[in-house]
């Protein structure tokens, strides 16, 4: 099937919520308990993307971050995921890594995805199967596969373990790279991942929205990625990307 035009739908969608986030100021926090945050700009881009999306394929239901589901989510029907802003903290201390994220998702499998990241004015985006671009030039991941070699984007979302053993074994098996970077964002991560910036990517207890779009980046891009769910059940995802992960490799310690 030809996504070509939902695949303009969402950059129009992502760049029309960006306009948005532009007139919210940094520190209009909404609720800042616990490690999350919510923020006056998530809730505002939402609506402008949600608005652009009905209008225009409301046949399709959305997973969105803030309002959750919209319409039945079936496995037989195309269904858009939305992160209206990826790196909400990021954004709230005014540093420059955060972005707007839209991907079309389909039986568990990425269709496309959009990756906007207003500060840089760079527009990810790809279709699986057709390719992938930034600000219409085409892109492709890495394809290193030593670790020793490779330079790993990774995070710790808020759902994940904090508790010194977890912590102490994930960094047991991430020691191995050559360079980690924690960006703040996980759709900047995999959309580095996507172009080769860096060469892998891993996050544990991730919430789906998080990486929908990224991973199709990555997939478009003739990336490797491997998304499980999380043992936490619900929308949590635990998501490995880059040729290091190839051939079920786990970087086990």
């Known amino acids: 099937m030809d996504w070509d035009s939902e695949l303009e739908l969402a950059k129009h969608a992502a760049m029309a919520a960006a306009g948005q986030i532009g007139h919210v100021i940094h520190n209009d926090i909404l609720d800042e308990s616990g490690r999350d945050l919510k923020h ?33 989510i079936r496995h037989d029907t195309p269904i858009w995921v939305v992160d209206p802003l990826d790196g909400t903290f990021n954004f709230s201390r005014n540093i420059g890594l955060c972005c707007v994220s839209i991907a079309l998702w389909q039986d568990d499998q990425p269709l496309l995805g959009v990756v906007y990241d207003f500060n840089r004015k760079e527009l990810f985006s790809g279709i699986v199967g057709q390719g992938a671009w930034c600000n219409d030039q085409p892109i492709s991941a890495s394809h290193v596969t ?108």
């Open 40 to 72: 006056r700009a998530d809730m505002e881009a939402e609506q402008v993307i949600l608005a652009i999306l009905n209008q225009s394929s409301s046949s399709y239901p959305i997973l969105a971050e803030e309002s959750g589901e919209i319409r039945e």
């Open 146 to 253: 030593s670790p020793e070699k490779a330079a790993l984007a990774t995070g710790f979302p808020v759902n994940r373990d904090f508790g010194s053993g977890p912590i102490r074994d994930f960094l047991l098996r991430v020691q191995q790279f050559k360079k980690i970077r924690l960006f703040g964002s996980a759709a900047l991560s995999l959309s580095y991942t996507a172009c080769g910036r860096v060469d892998a990517y891993t996050e544990e207890d991730i919430m789906f929205w998080d990486v929908a779009a990224g991973i199709a980046l990555v997939r478009a891009a003739n990336g490797f990625v491997l998304t499980e769910n999380s043992e936490k059940g619900g929308w949590m995802r635990n998501v490995r990307a880059g040729s290091v992960f190839e051939q079920g490799n786990k970087l086990e310690t």
